[in-house]
């Protein structure tokens, strides 16, 4: 009747859709090929110094080659352009997703060198400096006509700050908490590898500069049970 042709059709339908499909060599070995034409065009663009265009390329190629080798390789060279135009903000988003796409990544140990590079940096913006010593006995030092003066270099350096946090350099407040979780996703990205204990120890040298001995304690202890042998002890 009615009802078998029905259930004989949703039959047919299922075993269709649980069919594999059928091996291809020579479409996969022509998608190869166009993959990796497509990778080395933009890799070029990345050695010859145009980091703006290659920066596109690389996202478009991670985006369209997702989940595989090429995505991959794309994502790390993506968050690379990224570090070299000094977007270190857009470059930890990356790498955060390079990792979070691709766990067994071969670029893990790369990505946590990036990572702790741009940590260091954002910790030295947020000290701020050491206090300039002052002249024995109450002393003037000579000033050169060319020397500029204290305010002008507060402003400059203002002006930078403020410049780098527009442009992606630094993020636009709480530069050390910042700084402290990129630390933290070096630790967690690459737990065993050669700057996991450095990064604790940031961490625990930078809570111990704000007069905050409970978190400083805490890593100084994680430093000590996760890393027994590390150099740093």
Do not use: C
Request: glycine share 4%; no cysteine.
């Amino acid at each position: 009747g009615v009802d078998e042709v029905v259930v004989l059709e949703l039959d047919a339908l299922a075993a269709v859709g649980l069919r594999k499909p059928t091996p291809n060599p020579a479409k996969d070995q022509q998608v190869s090929a166009t993959a990796d034409a497509e990778f080395e065009q933009v890799e070029q663009l990345f050695r010859q110094g145009d980091f703006a265009n290659a920066e596109t390329g690389f996202a478009r190629i991670a985006r369209r080659r997702k989940n595989t080798s090429w995505g991959e390789k794309a994502l790390y060279y993506l968050a690379e352009t990224q570090f070299q135009r000094g977007r270190y903000l857009a470059t930890t988003d990356t790498l955060q997703e390079l990792a979070k796409s691709y766990p067994s990544t071969k670029y893990l140990e790369r990505l946590a060198e990036r990572e702790y590079q741009i940590a260091e940096a954002w910790l030295a913006a947020a000290s701020p400096p050491a206090p300039a010593a002052e002249p024995a006995d109450g002393a003037k030092s000579p000033e050169s006509p060319d020397a500029p003066r204290d305010d002008a270099v507060r402003t400059a350096s203002t002006d930078l700050s403020w410049r780098d946090k527009l442009n992606g350099r630094l993020p636009l407040v709480d530069l050390g908490g910042h700084a402290v979780r990129v630390f933290e996703h070096v630790r967690h990205h690459d737990p065993t590898g050669p700057l996991a204990d450095k990064a604790a120890l940031k961490i625990a040298d930078y809570y111990m500069s704000l007069k905050d001995y409970e978190s400083a304690s805490m890593y100084y202890d994680q430093l000590i049970r996760d890393h027994p042998k590390s150099p740093l002890l």
